[in-house]
């Protein structure tokens, strides 16, 4: 979601809260934000909501700009989903490399201007640029390790290990494979649905790349027949 010169800080911090805390009831104790270093702003919003201290990090890191013009911090919200999921650093947290805090949702905060020679004045309008990942949090709500074992994906899979005569989560390789024809047939139905058809240049090529590549995985875990209009019929019926 976008705000061009209309709600900033003070009004998307609370809403994001609200958002994660009482409309999905995510426990609010396992939820981690990171700022920018010398966002105060931000920092003060969030202990206003109820953040505990210990659970806001500052990170130089979160800048988002891209060369001159609109530029600014960002504060991003994750879940710590236990420590049988981290590295077990003493330096693990959000932003670690690991899988234990997953981002659910960055707030970036377009207020300043970066001009040619290198300042940063403020901007008049201030925006909002925020993304939450909706496959992210239906895999915390679902209790789900990873975005393919939820609703949005896994019925294709499920198709997929009836073709082959396979099953999900014994070998990896098979696994990767099934994951590809899952994400695969997914943009493919959708492309196809949004009238791109296959051709050599331009997104007709990425959806003819992605329809061999669904087909050479189905190969590799040994489906030698025609399956992915059945895996498309399975898109569909998920998604009408
Ligand atoms: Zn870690």
Not at 17 to 45: C, R
Not at 50 to 79: K, Q, Y
Not at 187 to 201: A, C, Q, R, V, Y
């Given at each position: 979601n976008f705000s061009f010169g209309d709600y900033f800080k003070k009004e998307i911090i609370p809403w994001s809260w609200e958002f994660l805390t009482?409309?999905?009831?995510?426990?609010?104790?396992?939820l981690w934000i990171t700022i920018h270093t010398e966002d105060d702003e931000a920092h003060d919003l969030w202990r206003e909501v109820?953040?505990?201290?210990?659970h806001i990090v500052r990170l130089a890191d979160n800048w988002w700009e891209i060369g001159s013009g609109p530029c600014g911090p960002d504060s991003e919200i994750h879940i710590d989903l236990g420590p049988e999921r981290g590295c077990g650093k003493p330096t693990c947290g959000p932003g670690c490399d690991c899988d234990r805090y997953l981002e659910l949702w960055n707030l970036v905060f377009t207020q300043f201007n970066q001009m040619p020679d290198g300042t940063y004045p403020p901007l008049k309008s201030k925006n909002i640029d925020t993304g939450a990942g909706l496959e992210r949090l239906a895999s915390v709500i679902q209790g789900?390790?990873?975005?393919?074992?939820?609703d949005l994906m896994f019925p294709i899979i499920e198709y997929a290990c009836k073709v082959a005569g396979v099953e999900y989560g014994k070998d990896a390789d098979t696994d990767v494979s099934l994951k590809v024809i899952a994400d695969h047939a997914r943009s493919m139905t959708f492309m196809i649905g949004d009238g791109i058809l296959p051709s050599n240049e331009g997104r007709g090529y990425v959806l003819r790349r992605i329809l061999r590549r669904a087909v050479r995985h189905g190969r590799l875990i040994g489906i030698n027949e025609k399956f992915l209009a059945g895996a498309v019929d399975v898109v569909i019926s998920m998604f009408g």
């Amino acid at each position: 979601n976008f705000s061009f010169g209309d709600y900033f800080k003070k009004e998307i911090i609370p809403w994001s809260w609200e958002f994660l805390t009482k409309e999905l009831e995510l426990p609010a104790d396992k939820l981690w934000i990171t700022i920018h270093t010398e966002d105060d702003e931000a920092h003060d919003l969030w202990r206003e909501v109820g953040v505990p201290e210990e659970h806001i990090v500052r990170l130089a890191d979160n800048w988002w700009e891209i060369g001159s013009g609109p530029c600014g911090p960002d504060s991003e919200i994750h879940i710590d989903l236990g420590p049988e999921r981290g590295c077990g650093k003493p330096t693990c947290g959000p932003g670690c490399d690991c899988d234990r805090y997953l981002e659910l949702w960055n707030l970036v905060f377009t207020q300043f201007n970066q001009m040619p020679d290198g300042t940063y004045p403020p901007l008049k309008s201030k925006n909002i640029d925020t993304g939450a990942g909706l496959e992210r949090l239906a895999s915390v709500i679902q209790g789900k390790p990873s975005n393919f074992e939820t609703d949005l994906m896994f019925p294709i899979i499920e198709y997929a290990c009836k073709v082959a005569g396979v099953e999900y989560g014994k070998d990896a390789d098979t696994d990767v494979s099934l994951k590809v024809i899952a994400d695969h047939a997914r943009s493919m139905t959708f492309m196809i649905g949004d009238g791109i058809l296959p051709s050599n240049e331009g997104r007709g090529y990425v959806l003819r790349r992605i329809l061999r590549r669904a087909v050479r995985h189905g190969r590799l875990i040994g489906i030698n027949e025609k399956f992915l209009a059945g895996a498309v019929d399975v898109v569909i019926s998920m998604f009408g």
